[in-house]
């Protein structure tokens, strides 16, 4: 069974910070990983999907990784921003995804 | 893109009543949908796959007759909660694939039984 795993769970930086955002799944036979942003009572917005076959996606300030063999993907914001806060959750799988429990940004003044 | 959308976007009901949420995949014709619900503060958990034409499967622990599920045509799903309770309330999310890989989410429907 897919477990998914998101660190750290909250983070809070000063506005024009560089950050990362971690996930690990402990199944590798995925299709793809995809990374949402949720902000708070809306629904999902998909920010990148990264093919099984590839390493990286960019959008952006946004670039996320993909490492099928150890099981990790990361979530790189590049210069943060206030409208960059928001919970930001990971899901692997392919059309059926298993989440993480999301990491909680904030980004201050 | 593709677009799925859900209806109705909240709602508020008595408990004992059925609430009725649909999700239409609006530009692309999809034989498999997802259910999914997320309580507050927690992730998405997968609640069932709707089939085309076919009975929907349910994943572990949840009732298939708490949670009626049907896929009538290639472009809508509709998830029935009978006999809501307020333990049901929770956002429900539904996603749609153009292909087997990839699915679109909607943008969720707020339930609160009263």
């Known amino acids: 069974k897919q477990e998914v795993t998101q660190i750290p769970a909250a983070l809070s930086v000063p506005e024009g910070e560089n950050l990362v955002l971690n996930c690990s799944f402990t199944?590798?036979?995925?299709?793809?990983l995809q990374w949402f942003r949720q902000d708070p009572g809306k629904g999902l917005t998909s920010l990148l999907l990264?093919?099984?076959?590839?390493r990286e996606q960019t959008s952006g300030r946004l670039n996320a990784s993909l490492d099928k063999s150890s099981g990790r993907s990361t979530l790189y914001i590049a210069a943060s921003q206030p409208g960059d806060s928001a919970t930001y959750l990971c899901?692997?799988?392919?059309?059926?995804?298993?989440f993480g429990t999301g990491t909680q940004l904030k980004v201050e003044l | 893109g593709a677009v799925v959308s859900q209806h109705p976007s909240r709602v508020i009901c008595k408990s004992g009543t059925s609430v009725k949420i649909e999700c239409r995949s609006l530009?692309?014709?999809?034989?498999?949908m997802f259910w999914y619900r997320q309580f507050p503060k927690q992730s998405l958990m997968l609640m069932a796959t709707?089939?085309?034409?076919?009975?929907?499967?349910?994943e572990q622990g949840v009732e298939k007759d708490k949670f009626l599920i049907n896929h009538a045509s290639l472009t809508l799903s509709t998830l029935t909660v009978t006999s809501a309770h307020p333990e049901d309330s929770s956002f429900y999310i539904c996603?749609?694939?153009?292909?087997?890989?990839?699915?679109?989410f909607g943008p969720g429907t707020r339930l609160t039984v009263l």
């Open positions: 990264i093919q099984s076959s590839q």
């Open positions: 899901g692997a799988g392919g059309n059926k995804l298993t």
């Open positions: 996603s749609a694939g153009a292909d087997s890989d990839t699915q679109y």
């Open positions: 199944d590798s036979a995925i299709y793809n």
């Open positions: 530009d692309f014709q999809a034989t498999t």
């Open positions: 709707s089939n085309e034409g076919s009975k929907a499967t349910y």
